[in-house]
């Protein structure tokens, strides 16, 4: 039992020897660290000691020199972005939208049709509820195998030329 202990007091002060080893390697190179900043700071290459004075001019005292400054700085700002104006009226689309209600017959024609919003109001009512009046639907059949009327909505989307909006109405 007496080697056993030997070799596990022998493993341990091997380990404690590694460790102050270490430890001094440590210390020595943070050491060499701090020895090479303070030099750099001893040398002056800090921006601190680099400073230079600068003389605070009031610049309505000196106009030609505001000017210079303003010139400068045009320079090298982004010009701002100017909007594109939109294109006479006669030339824009004019979008919107149709929301509708309306009946389909047992045969698949449309009635009651029922305008429930729009978008602008008053511009494409009339010419959805004649889009949705031609229009002829499948039928829906019953459990017995019979066709039915049924309610539905729809939403019609535009886009149409002002000019020929003009020349329609």
Known sequence: MGLPMKLFETFWVRMLLAGVVAAFAVLFVLGAILRYYDERNDRGDDAVTN???VDVVDLRERPDLAEAIRRE???YEEPEEKLPQPPPLSERQITGFVQLE???EPDGTVSNVRVIGAAPSGVYEERAIAEASRRMHAPVYNDAGEPVARRTTEIIEFSV???ELRSSQ
């Open 73 to 75: 700085r045009e320079r």
């Open 51 to 53: 400073a230079f004075v």
């Open 161 to 163: 030329p002002a000019s």
């Open 102 to 104: 309306y009946t389909i």
